[in-house]
């Protein structure tokens, strides 16, 4: 694993998440391969308004979607734009031939934190940022950008909605993975049932175990766990932590033959990348302004000297809500 460097654990998730390659955090339907629709039109539609030789700054780029957008709009437009890309985290932009062209005229950096990025004031024609500028310190954040922008760029933001799809299933895992991990501790529960059975690796050598009291004790109470957990996220929409929780439990299905050394592995990995998980579905929810937070983040920005130009709601078909698109005239 790599390490980022300050802002300590949720940088580390962010690191970890972005070494997969995917270039964005959607690992599922839409936005798989990058950001398109009606999220595509808005970018470019942004990118349309800048003339030959601007720059663009991305702050929080992960690993590079908008960059990737902005370089296809220079090529599709014929035009020539700087584009840089920072985030705090250590990124890994993927290795699809495709994407690595697109990007190859990008500059993307690692360990730039957004608050302070160390570049020279009056570089930028347009700062972009999505899902990202409320994960930082907005105010801080807020007099970095105003300090890189040129007079009169533009810095665009869109920002997790307290109603989207993405943030609505960000509360619900984060509370499914912390009980999951925390209350019911089913990795540890795993792990101490190998302990005693982990070598018994053929159905005789199981066979022994069958009324072995402690095994038995702790079967019991990881079927427990597990109905606990199918309860609590009843009602749910489809639950990716309990399709983890169930994945412990190969260690004694499709991975009963392996030697118990392997099973344990197994078990700690699973719950480190669950654990990863949980924190970035924590740093989504917490990232999110409700209403007035919002309104008082946009009172602050103008206080910075930036102008409100336009505010609306992004979505993605009729009424699923993406988040909220926020253009400021600096
Ligand atoms: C939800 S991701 C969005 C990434 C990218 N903009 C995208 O749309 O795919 C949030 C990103 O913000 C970054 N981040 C959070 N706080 C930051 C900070 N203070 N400075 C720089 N990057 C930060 C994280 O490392 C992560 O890559």
Same mark, same amino acid.
């Given at each position: 694993?790599?390490?980022?460097?300050?802002?300590?654990?949720?940088?580390?998730?962010?690191?970890?998440?972005?070494q997969h390659g995917s270039l964005t955090t959607f690992f599922q339907g839409s936005f798989q391969t990058g950001y398109d629709g009606p999220v595509a039109d808005f970018w470019n539609a942004v990118f349309d308004e800048l003339d030959d030789d601007r720059a663009i700054l991305d702050l929080a780029t992960g690993n590079g979607a908008i960059p990737y957008l902005a370089a296809a709009r220079a090529e599709a437009l014929g035009r020539n734009w700087q584009i840089v890309g920072v985030d705090y985290a250590i990124i890994h932009p993927s290795s699809d031939?495709?994407? *690595?062209? &697109?990007?190859?005229?990008?500059?993307?950096?690692? +360990?730039?934190?957004?608050?302070?990025?160390g570049m020279p004031a009056d570089s930028f024609d347009l700062i972009t940022s999505h899902f990202g500028f409320e994960y930082a310190d907005p105010q801080a954040a807020g007099r970095e950008a105003r300090r890189l922008l040129k007079p009169g760029g533009r810095l665009v933001l869109v920002m997790h909605h307290p109603e989207s799809a993405?943030?609505?299933?960000?509360?619900?895992?984060?509370?499914?993975t912390r009980r999951c991990l925390f209350e019911e501790q089913l990795d540890r529960k795993v792990i101490d049932l190998l302990d005693i059975v982990g070598d018994a690796r053929s159905s005789q050598a199981r066979a022994r175990f069958r009324h072995h009291r402690q095994a038995e004790r702790l079967r019991h109470e990881?079927? *427990?766990? &597990?109905?606990?957990?199918?309860?609590?996220?009843? +009602?749910?929409?489809?639950s990716q932590t309990y399709r983890v929780a169930q994945s412990f439990l190969r260690v004694f299905a499709d991975l009963v033959d392996r030697p118990k050394r392997e099973k344990v592995e197994f078990v700690r990995q699973s719950r480190d990348s669950l654990e990863a998980y949980s924190r970035r579905m924590q740093s989504m929810a917490r990232a999110t302004m409700d209403q007035a937070a919002h309104a008082e983040f946009i009172e602050n920005m103008k206080v910075l000297g930036l102008e409100l130009e336009d505010e609306r709601e992004l979505k993605y078909g009729a009424d699923d809500l993406i988040g909220r698109a926020v253009l400021f005239r600096g």
């Open positions: 694993m790599s390490r980022a460097t300050g802002h300590g654990q949720q940088a580390q998730a962010w690191s970890d998440f972005w031939p495709r994407v *690595r062209a &697109m990007l190859s005229g990008v500059m993307l950096h690692s +360990g730039v934190s957004m608050e302070q990025t993405v943030v609505r299933q960000a509360r619900r895992d984060y509370r499914q990881i079927n *427990r766990s &597990m109905q606990r957990l199918i309860d609590s996220a009843r +009602g749910e929409d489809d």
